[in-house]
């Protein structure tokens, strides 16, 4: 068991120590699958471009069991966020009802699905029964963060709720701050606040916490106002009211959700603000009700939203919250536009390998039965026949499918888990382009870089101050006669290694020995050179049954066995070749210089510059 204390816990003590404000982000488990892959897409969004320090996923709050592994469950949906979208997590466990056995064993499902926080509340009686604490062994709050520090030390980073307005079951407010004095004392390691409409209630709740010792991070509970009917809901059951001049503003608009929606932005922005120059907190938690837009706009008005649009990134691929994989460097560039498919693949590794996956010491990976998790919601066979075609009448058809996903004109392929095509691949377009519309379909490409700062915003990675490199890259299914044509021609190419296989598994190659390549690196002050992304011959084979099994799986089976649509792209997944192609020469060389030669691409479009 780790002794480290979470690290969520030390950056949220960090941005308090620097007054830099950061925010937080709440969801509650769908209740569908199709509502779950919503969600998991939004994850996605969310930390490409808001990069929140954590999000949490409150407890049940979907229906069913929520320590289940139905993808629905609290415990589910919070270790999807870590593992596959990136997010920091924090659980939300209740404990009344439930004995320590039962806690226990939720928590050792969190342990093992790598979530290291944990909002410890009391929870709710079920509709019917009678709260009687002398019967629970797991009475309050207070009680379950003396359990879950007894039992598992500092492996969990533990938040407590506190009431600005005073909890409803307490006899005083200063009763109130005596029970969260206790929280904080049983281990709890910060508060979030319950929400409140005044910037006022709030500063002056900090303070009376501080006058009794509390001196551990509060985040301020902030819920938008969002619509006339959901405040209603609010105030019954949270036994909370506005003051005068707000109910009175909602009275006035209550008509138009449009116009209360903006007057709930403009209000918590003022909130938010307020607090902020007050100095007694820098940390805002955002109730979101799973619709994030009202949120997001606050967010920007405070300046607080990545103003860039997207995320810093440490690697060139998106490194998972889970801190049992912090150790990760290097990953095969097969799965780069599938990166949740290989998490998947390998969620069930202790060690991941330094660059080599087929040696006898690295794990076995893991099958195809969990590669449709992250489907879009409402992406179901109508709509893939809309964009991959109602029917199919020739090759040439397929190779338009292709070519408008490059140009953005359709928002996914088989073999892309994202809606839209990576910024590098425009340097590259107009060869990627000839290349599908002569029928080999391109799946995953990078242009070549040569010493490019890591902080550019196209192709940069890690800190700032290195500088970064890539070889040109290729992979494509590509037919048998085309196949035998580009491999003469790679004859006269020393410098580009190719390696194919079919469906079948006859390999072709021109490397002599299976060797790892790295075509990705970077190079920082004070560091050992960074190769995250390599080509490994070992674990192509690998993507190679994955990549094939899309073409069946997602494409084929839109339409009618036998159909002309569905035998064309039978004939692709049973005869093609599937190819990877490095240019090693990154700094003179040229990966489609081979098609140039074969009249497939036009060399007189030359490359973007890079450098």
């Known amino acids: 068991m780790s002794s480290t204390p979470s690290s969520l816990y030390q950056k949220i003590q960090q941005k308090e120590a620097d007054q830099t404000p950061f925010f937080s982000l709440e969801f509650f488990p769908p209740r569908t699958k199709p509502g779950a892959y919503n969600l998991f897409a939004k994850f996605d969004k969310i ?5 929140p320090l954590f999000i949490d996923i409150t407890w049940g709050a979907g229906g069913g069991d929520p320590s289940s592994d139905e993808y629905t469950s609290s415990l589910s949906v919070a270790s999807i966020a870590v593992d596959y979208c990136g997010l920091p997590t924090m659980l939300h466990l209740t404990c009344i009802g439930s004995t320590k056995q039962q806690i226990r064993e939720i928590l050792d499902k969190a342990r093992k699905e790598g979530i290291r926080n944990i909002l410890a509340l009391r929870g709710d009686a079920p509709p019917g029964t009678t709260y009687d604490p002398a019967t629970l062994e797991l009475p309050y709050a207070t009680d379950l963060v003396k359990f879950i520090r007894e039992e598992y030390g500092d492996y969990f980073g533990i938040c407590v709720a506190g009431y600005p307005n005073q909890h409803p079951n307490s006899p005083s407010a200063q009763q109130d701050l005596f029970y969260l004095k206790q929280k904080v004392d049983a281990g709890a390691d910060f508060i979030i606040t319950q929400l409140f409409f005044e910037s006022s209630t709030f500063i002056e709740y900090v303070n009376q916490c501080r006058e009794i010792g509390i001196t551990c991070p509060i985040l301020a509970g902030i819920l938008p106002i969002q619509s006339y009917a959901s405040i209603r809901h609010l105030m019954k059951l949270s036994q909370l009211c506005p003051p005068d001049e707000i109910i009175t503003e909602l009275e006035r608009m209550k008509d138009d959700d449009e116009m209360i929606r903006a007057y709930g932005v403009q209000l918590a922005t003022k909130m938010c603000q307020e607090i902020i120059e007050s100095k007694v907190c820098f940390g805002f938690h955002f109730y979101t009700l799973n619709r994030e837009v009202a949120v997001r706009e606050i967010l920007q008005n405070l300046n607080m939203w990545n103003p860039n649009g997207t995320a810093a990134k440490g690697l060139p691929w ?5 801190e049992r994989r912090a150790k990760e460097a290097i990953r095969p560039i097969f799965w780069s536009t599938r990166p949740k498919s290989y998490l998947m693949r390998t969620n069930h590794w ?9 040696d006898s010491s ?3 990976f893991g099958n195809l039965s969990e590669l449709y998790l992250f489907r879009s919601a409402g992406f179901n066979k109508a709509q893939k026949r809309k964009i991959w075609g109602e029917t199919l009448s020739s090759v040439d058809d397929v190779a338009t499918v292709f070519c408008n996903y490059i140009l953005g004109k359709i928002s996914r392929l088989p073999w892309s888990e994202d809606s839209t095509v990576a910024a590098e691949t425009k340097k590259i377009e107009f060869q990627l382009i000839d290349l599908n519309r002569n029928g080999i379909f391109t799946t995953n490409s990078q242009p070549a870089v040569n010493g490019l700062p890591s902080t550019d915003p196209v192709h940069g ?3 700032a101050g290195g500088y970064v490199y890539q070889k040109a890259y290729l992979e494509f299914f590509i037919s048998p006669t085309a196949f035998s044509q580009l491999v003469e021609v790679l004859a006269e190419f020393p410098f580009i290694s190719y390696h194919a296989l079919n469906r079948a598994g006859e390999s072709r190659t021109n490397e002599k020995e299976k060797s790892v390549n ?3 690196w970077g190079v920082y002050p004070g560091k050992e050179i960074i190769q995250p992304t ?7 084979p690998i993507w190679k049954d994955e990549a094939f099994e899309l073409w069946r799986t997602e494409w084929r089976d839109l339409y009618e066995a036998e159909s002309m649509s569905y035998n064309i792209i039978e004939n692709i997944y049973q005869n093609y070749y599937l190819v990877n192609m490095v240019d090693n020469d990154y700094v003179r060389g040229n990966i489609f210089a081979p098609f140039d030669k074969l009249g497939i691409t036009n060399p007189t479009q030359g490359l973007v510059p890079n450098n």
């Not at 998106?318 to 889970?322: L, Y």
């Not at 202790?350 to 087929?358: C, K, L, S």
């Open 47 to 51: 930390q490409q471009t808001g990069e």
């Open 318 to 322: 998106q490194t998972s919250a889970n």
């Open 350 to 358: 202790d060690e991941f390998p330094n660059g080599r996956w087929g």
């Open 362 to 364: 690295s794990p076995a």
């Open 461 to 463: 990675w890690g800190e």
């Open 518 to 520: 790295a075509v990705t």
């Open 534 to 540: 390599v080509v490994d011959p070992e674990s192509f």
